[in-house]
């Protein structure tokens, strides 16, 4: 028996059904770790037009007992899109900082999608901000966004934008 069938599940047809004695009320953020702020804050204000909502260092002894990283010196912004927040950190300290590299078929691989009104135009307001498309602009057969056009794109840092733009109704 593997360890997923021992595990309670929780009657999915009951909302009412709490066996972990809690609930998610919303989604508060997402976090992105980035190599330059400044660069990627340019990215999503200029670019994507959202909003710098924070930005500050944090206090290293708070972030080392939060993360369990040695040394950690960072700061923080936070940008406002449409409906979310992300969160983008740069850590200062300390300096044997790795980089993940990962793809889209690789396990724990993450990317944040944004429906656009014109895709080709959002790919190339990206590319102006060295964020560039994985692939190649394709028309989405299947699922909710069936008849829409969608891209990946890259930045320097790896991390991964979604451009959805929905089929024209």
Known sequence: MTSAAKRPVANQNDPGDKMSGFKVLATNHTSFTVSDLDRTLAFFRDGLGFEVTSRAPRDPGKIQAITGVDGADLEIAFVRGPGHSLELIEYLKPDDKGQVVSGPCDTGFAHVAYDVDNI???????????VKPVGQVAVIDKGPNAGGRVCYLRDPDGITIEFIEKPQT
């Not at 080709?120 to 060295?130: G, Q, V």
């Open 120 to 130: 080709d135009a959002a790919i190339e307001t990206a590319e102006r901000f060295d």
